[in-house]
């Protein structure tokens, strides 16, 4: 008796709280749509710029004049070439000995491991379409952390011209987990997107072993639509960047004409696979019994965009691996290529020391390139206070 009162209970509360959500999330965004003054001062509304699959030849398109400049110069716009959903399960390694082996936790992604390119529910075709692009950042995120996405277009993330060069950024998602409230999280991703436009979002279910399907995925897109990028940040949604000082390190490799085999980050060497099963990256036996190669962490780091486009060659050679970092590093090794350690990127082990003072001191964020993990709030905060003027560091903070 007691429980059907309780679940009839939650089944009232839960399409409350989502709508009250919505309904806050709207209100919030409603505010952020206020006019803004650009860098030179003048005021204007963000354009709308929501894009389908349709996008690209509706932007295309608008006027005869221009469908007729298409018809005669006969080319084709990039498209997205993976349009349906098509990714059954290989069943007949259910019948094989490793695989009924294998920590069962493993079992849905070796399933689907061949199924490599998914369907796109939000695509942005114009994002660098428009002339050279220096620098694009590329945020991992899921549709839940509205927060984060906020946090880094109003610090690290937000489009400018730096000295003539240009930034954009765009956040890569999936579709909600299972058990999430999908339909009303994908109705606010898609207004969010209205507003900003700097959303890709894929077909596929952004859970961890997934992470590898936004790497690649990501790889084939920019190849198709970016023609004209220079570089690539690549970091998580709690990352704090110091912009200027990425700029400046992509200044120097390129004066220093090294930036064809640019990847670079906080690097591991030698690193075997974790047997420990509580962890979260953990690996049996039984889907890999190498040491790694030497590789990246995910959290923040830097390529340009010729070994993009060769990694996203190789990366069609390779299986796939659950850890998407580790499998850029088997791409990488692949290629030849080692990637770069650089005492900047601090994507590992900063966490460890939570009590540390250097984790709340300005003057460390200052002579760093990428810090790992911030929550929304305090991202915003180190900003304003690493961009204060006032702020006095003493020659070097140690590292
Ligand atoms: C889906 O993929 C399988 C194998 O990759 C193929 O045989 C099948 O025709 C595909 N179905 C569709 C609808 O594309
Ligand atoms: C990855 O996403 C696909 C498509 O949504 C889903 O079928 C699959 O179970 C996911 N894989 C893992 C390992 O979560």
Redesign the pocket.
């Known amino acids: 008796m007691d429980n059907i009162v309780r679940r009839k209970l939650v089944g009232f509360i839960r399409p409350l709280l989502t709508l009250c959500l919505i309904l806050a999330s709207l209100l919030m965004l409603q505010k952020l749509k206020l006019p803004e003054k650009d860098e030179f001062g003048h005021k204007h509304v963000r354009e709308n710029m929501w894009c389908g699959k349709d996008c690209f030849s509706l932007r295309q398109g608008k006027t005869q004049d221009d469908l007729d400049a298409q018809r005669v110069s006969n080319r084709t716009p990039p498209e997205w070439d993976a349009q349906?959903l098509?990714?059954?399960e290989d069943s007949s390694l259910r019948s094989q000995d490793w695989f009924r082996r294998l920590d069962p936790r493993f079992h849905q992604f070796v399933l689907h491991r061949?199924?490599r390119y998914f369907p796109m529910l939000i695509n942005h075709p114009e994002k660098c379409a428009d002339g050279e692009v220096h620098l694009l950042m590329v945020v991992k995120s899921i549709i839940e952390q509205h927060d984060r996405r906020e946090a880094v277009r109003k610090t690290w993330g937000k489009e400018q011209t730096v000295d003539g060069k240009k930034i954009k950024t765009l956040f890569l998602l999936g579709t909600p987990s299972a058990g999430k409230d999908a339909s009303n999280l994908q109705k606010l991703i898609e207004y969010e997107d209205m507003i900003y436009g700097d959303i890709l979002q894929w077909d596929f279910m952004d859970t961890f072993f997934n992470l590898t399907l936004k790497e690649i995925n990501f790889l084939k897109w920019f190849d198709i639509f970016c023609p004209n990028v220079q570089f690539i940040f690549k970091g998580d949604d709690d990352v704090f960047v110091n912009t200027r000082n990425l700029l400046e390190f992509i200044s120097f490799e390129v004066e220093e004409r090294k930036e064809a085999d640019l990847f670079v980050g906080d690097t591991i060497h030698k690193a075997i696979p974790i047997r420990n099963r509580q962890s979260k990256y953990y690996i049996p036996k039984e889907l890999y019994d190498k040491s790694y190669p030497p590789y990246v962490g995910g959290g923040g780091f830097l390529m340009s965009a010729v070994l993009a486009r060769r990694l996203f060659v190789v990366s069609e050679e390779l299986e796939l691996y659950p850890i998407d970092d580790v499998f850029l590093g088997m791409c990488l090794k692949k290629l030849n290529v080692a990637p770069q350690m650089h005492p900047g990127f601090k994507t590992f082990g900063i966490t460890k020391r939570r009590v540390s003072k250097m984790n709340n001191d300005p003057c460390f964020y200052k002579a760093l390139i990428v810090v790992h993990k911030l929550i929304a709030q305090d991202l915003v905060n180190m900003w304003s206070v690493v961009h204060n003027k006032e702020l006095i560091c003493a020659q070097r903070s140690t590292i």
């Open positions: 349906v098509n990714c059954t061949h199924c």
